[in-house]
């Protein structure tokens, strides 16, 4: 917790204050998090990839300023709403997404006492709240009073419940691995595990649950609603789906809300898969490691944030029934028989 | 659904090669991307070569070029010859707002008075602007490149010596 990081430095703050400044912590990780992955990945990896260099001027540094020019305009523009629409739904939606973006955040653990809670169901309190942004979606789709709108909110919600699922299902070998579903735990488990009786890397689950691994990255990429999952936003047929009728700020809480997210669902991969905070070689309970925790975090999270973004480069959209499919088809059965493998390997081995 | 897992990974591999090589993107303001030998940037005028046949003019598909002149009588050549006429150029102006850079005035000019040059950076914030006469037109001929030599086994053009 964050006041044992001042206790231990000799400052005693409350409770009040504690909270309070944890709040500023998750609120700022938030459009940080969203302007790191827009720019590093999806402003200069994508053009790269596209042999090309994207922004250069903005800034004067290979264009960083530029998402921060962009965000600045957002907030300039007008607020409209459609006549028809129902204010103050419509109103709320971007706010219920945010919400749901920064409460994810709060089991996220980044040191060895730096998290918001702890909470000992942890992994599954967060993939939980990270679906309520489906009632944010549906809230914009149906509020706009707009068919693409509507349309595109109604494919988005079936596709993150479809997606849930799996994405549940992977994480499950991962908590009877680790025989706990709190987030720091988990962590501590990989830390403290073996390979063989080979400890020195210690375990990241990745090595026994790569299968898990895979699913859980398909799923997330999914519920971030990216390519080649964006059939709720394609452009091409919904224009952006239930965004639609959005501007200015509202607009751009949807684009921090998914960003954010997809920040999130990084940090979340790289605790359950990567080993989160901790460093092979390095000691968990040391003090520096309050310090080099984040970074290693961070590092981690943009790993993840890489492959992510490499996927949503390279694959083309898929089509409505063929993105059911691959959910109810494929990655549920296969995410079942992987909870069967682990739980014979955890019994029997 | 047919799910081909080796086309998938291959897939992946083609956007990280092509992140890890150069960018084709000249960044134009700060450096200038090496052009073409025969880049259509602007038209160039050689008055002295121009006799105001009017050729160009009614080939344009676009009626951007005008031409005014009017015959003047010269001296004979030889003594005691006839007094000649000579069309004088008063006016030529191609309408850049106008002009297609189709080339066909500069195909068409059977007195070699009209060139292709490779200078492109001439746009105004005044349409009006655009409108080159005869003055503006000469001056891009500092810019015409020499004419580039053949390829070897190329088929020599009609008329060459």
């Known amino acids: 917790m964050m006041n044992l990081l001042f206790a231990s430095n000799g400052i005693d703050i409350g409770w009040g204050t504690t909270t309070a400044i944890k709040t500023a912590v998750v609120l700022g990780t938030i459009p940080a998090g969203a302007l790191i992955l827009g720019y590093v990945f999806l402003l200069k990896m994508m053009s790269h990839m596209q042999s090309r260099l994207g922004p250069m001027d903005p800034g004067g540094f290979h264009g960083w300023f530029q998402l921060v020019g962009d965000g600045m305009k957002f907030l300039q523009k007008e607020d409209i709403m459609p006549e028809d629409a129902d204010k103050r739904v419509f109103a709320m939606a971007p706010i219920v997404v945010l919400i749901s973006t920064f409460l994810v955040y709060v089991v996220i653990p980044v040191g060895p006492s730096l998290y918001v809670r702890d909470l000992n169901v942890g992994v599954f309190y967060a993939l939980a709240v990270s679906s309520l942004s489906v009632i944010g979606v549906l809230m914009a789709g149906w509020a706009s009073s707009s068919k693409f709108a509507l349309l595109g909110a109604l494919r988005a919600a079936a596709q993150l419940i479809a997606y849930e699922l799996p994405l549940l299902l992977a994480v499950v070998g991962v908590v009877m691995q680790a025989r706990t579903a709190s987030l720091q735990g988990i962590v501590e488990a990989q830390h403290e595990g073996a390979i063989f009786g080979w400890d020195s890397i210690g375990l990241p689950f990745i090595f026994t649950q790569f299968i898990g691994f895979g699913l859980f990255m398909i799923a997330a990429q999914a519920e971030l609603t990216q390519p080649p999952f964006d059939m709720p936003v394609a452009e091409s047929e919904l224009v952006s789906g239930y965004m639609v009728e959005y501007t200015g700020f509202r607009f751009l809480f949807f684009f921090m809300g998914e960003f954010g997210t997809a920040f999130a669902f990084s940090a979340i991969a790289a605790t359950l898969f990567l080993g989160g905070w901790t460093l092979p070689g390095l000691d968990m309970d040391a003090e520096y490691m309050k310090i080099v925790g984040p970074i290693v975090l961070f590092t981690k999270i943009m790993l993840i944030a890489f492959l992510m973004f490499w996927a949503r480069f390279t694959y083309p959209r898929f089509r409505e029934d063929q993105l059911q499919k691959l959910a109810w088809k494929y990655l549920i059965p296969l995410s079942v028989i992987n909870i069967l493998v682990t739980a014979a390997f955890i019994v029997w081995i | ?161």
């Open chain 2, 1 to 161: 659904m047919a799910f081909k897992l080796p086309g998938v990974i291959k897939g992946l591999t083609v956007p990280f090669r092509t992140m890890t090589q150069p960018t084709v993107t000249v960044q134009y303001p700060h450096e200038k991307e090496e052009l073409a030998p025969r880049t259509r940037g602007v038209i160039a005028l050689k008055e002295e070569n121009c006799t105001a046949c009017m050729l160009c003019s009614r080939s344009c598909p676009d009626w951007c070029i005008y031409i005014e002149g009017h015959k003047e009588k010269a001296p004979p050549r030889r003594e005691g010859g006839k007094e000649r006429l000579v069309n004088i150029l008063d006016r030529f102006d191609i309408d850049y707002g106008l002009c297609m850079y189709c080339g066909i005035c500069v195909e068409v000019c059977p007195f070699d008075a009209l060139f292709w040059s490779p200078e492109f950076e001439y746009s105004e914030f005044k349409i009006a602007k655009l409108l080159h006469d005869k003055d503006v037109l000469g001056e891009w001929m500092e810019t015409v490149p020499e004419v580039e030599p053949l390829e070897a086994g190329a088929v020599a053009p009609k008329g060459a010596k």
